[in-house]
């Protein structure tokens, strides 16, 4: 399988990234990527950037070096009720947007309380991903998780980050195989990005495809 496309992606703008956006546009159009997503941290996360960073992303040119670029931001969800770190007029510029746990910026206690989270977080009509949700540190119910994917129309992630051996998320292997396997069943798709915080990592999915395959998850559903 070609990938052509990777929406989860970060900039120094993060504050714990190390390329600049020029970097992995050329490391994109190295690796031979159509399409590159823009989805630095929004501002809860410690050391990332101010909410006017996402809405001048709309002064960027829609194809740079030939590569389709797509403005968008990984938002956190803040509490069970899905609400998110980034104002609705900084949103309306942009193209897309990731919703995600992270453990600087969401307290929750429960499974219910995580997937409540995740749940709610998809009502926004900005959010067309939910990443990375596969961290052990937050189990999810996952059944509940499909299901809400599928009602919303938004793509569960398949993290490359996530399944790399230097990982800091615990658990992603079988959390992913139980994910995948009620994708599946309930015809829901899923998107794999690389999570990238260093150039070279653009448009990597070693890791994810290792596991896609070894489950034998239908390719249609990608």
Not at 32 to 59: C, K, Q, W
Not at 68 to 78: A, C, M, S, T, Y
Not at 109 to 120: C, F, K, Q, R
Request: charged share 20%; with cysteine.
């Amino acid at each position: 399988m070609i990938n052509k496309i990777d929406m989860h992606t970060h900039t120094v703008a993060s504050g714990h990234a190390y390329s600049t956006l020029m970097d992995n546009i050329s490391a994109a159009k190295a690796n031979g990527l159509e399409v590159l997503g823009i989805s630095d941290h929004a501002p809860a996360m410690p050391g990332s950037t101010h909410e006017y960073y996402f809405s001048n992303l709309r002064i960027l040119p829609d194809y740079i070096e030939g590569i389709r670029i797509l403005k968008g931001v990984e938002l956190n969800i803040l509490d069970r009720d899905g609400n998110i770190d980034l104002d609705e007029r900084s949103l309306s510029f942009l193209d897309y947007a990731i919703a995600s746990l992270h453990l600087p910026c969401y307290e929750g206690v429960t499974i219910n309380d995580h997937t409540d989270a995740l749940i709610n977080a998809m009502k926004h009509k900005i959010v067309k991903i939910i990443g990375h949700p596969d961290d052990g540190r937050y189990p999810l119910d996952y059944e509940r998780l499909v299901l809400a994917a599928k009602e919303n129309n938004v793509l569960l992630e398949v993290n490359n980050s996530s399944l790399s051996p230097n990982a800091f998320r615990e658990n992603a292997h079988e959390n992913y195989k139980q994910m995948l396997t009620l994708c599946e069943k309930h015809e829901v798709k899923v998107i794999i990005n690389s999570d990238s915080h260093f150039h070279e990592y653009i448009g990597a999915t070693n890791h994810a495809m290792a596991l896609i395959e070894s489950v034998q998850f239908p390719k249609h559903l990608i």
